[in-house]
């Protein structure tokens, strides 16, 4: 039996068990056997208005078959940098009688295949030695409390950035956006615990571990001193980080330093921090760069930076449940 045979004896079925006052989903199913979504859906037409026969569906019947648009979506699932253009001609190759245009295509994509489009993130290739030493490290600190934990890390902020989305009509020209050929950067050193920020060191200077050692010497020491508590400080695996005069320095303070898995920015929340913090100063990019910077840090709530440390918890199960491999972060 067809499935629309299938479905037609289903309506009839149901029907006359309706008209012969059996009326309850429950017992219907007890009854028949049909799923319970098609009873309920069956019931439900014929309360609202007495009749199982389905609306007719309103606008012009879709240009491609539900085969064609499964097709489309293997050609996606196959290759996901796949052009709306080349996906058209693949479609007309398949069946050359076929008419249809690329924005049929691209709004079958987005509309009925729900597929989006975007810019692929760039991640740090993972060989097998670090998946196996980031699932290692994981499984070591899955019970860590991270209250404790003083998060830290580099970048570097550019004005100009081109990376803002805007609205225009069609018809209309492109908006554009003046830049300079050399942006200016500020290079930025920042640290937060689960209690809220530390510091936000700029400068534009190269970084190297003299420049480190002041900013440890004049922000970070401090801090601990007056907090009067033990932290765990995290830092990634950079040679600035690993210097003997920095490992050296560590150690005449007494403070723990977090071993870290090569290749994890997805662990670190200060990372999400920094494309906050990003997402705000590109917006208001002007002369006066480093004030700017500096208002949006001190702007930023704390609870924020609860947040930021409590999702720890489940970044290092995230990072075991795959094995090691990139998360989601």
Known sequence: MSTGSKFEAQRTV?????A????KPAEIIRLTGFPKSTVYD???RLKERSSVTPLPIPGRPP???VKQRRHLGQIVQNNNAATAAGMTERLKQKDPILKVSVRTVQRTLKKTLKFEVCRPLRVPLLQPYHIAARLEWAQKHIRDNWSNTIFSDETTFQMFRNT???RYHRGESRPHRSMVKHPYKVHAWGAFTAQGPIALVLFTENFNAKRYQQILETHLFPYISRANR???FQQDNSPIHKARAITDLFERHNIHILDWPA???DINPIENLWAILKGKVEKLSTIDFQTIIRQEWEGLDDNLFLRLANSMKNRVSEVIEREGKKTDY
């Open 164 to 166: 803002q989305l805007v």
């Open 42 to 44: 069956l019931v439900n």
């Open 263 to 265: 290749y994890s920015p």
């Open 20 to 23: 012969n006052n059996i009326q």
């Open 63 to 65: 240009i491609l078959t």
């Open 14 to 18: 149901v029907s006359q068990l309706w």
């Open 230 to 232: 033990q932290f765990c």
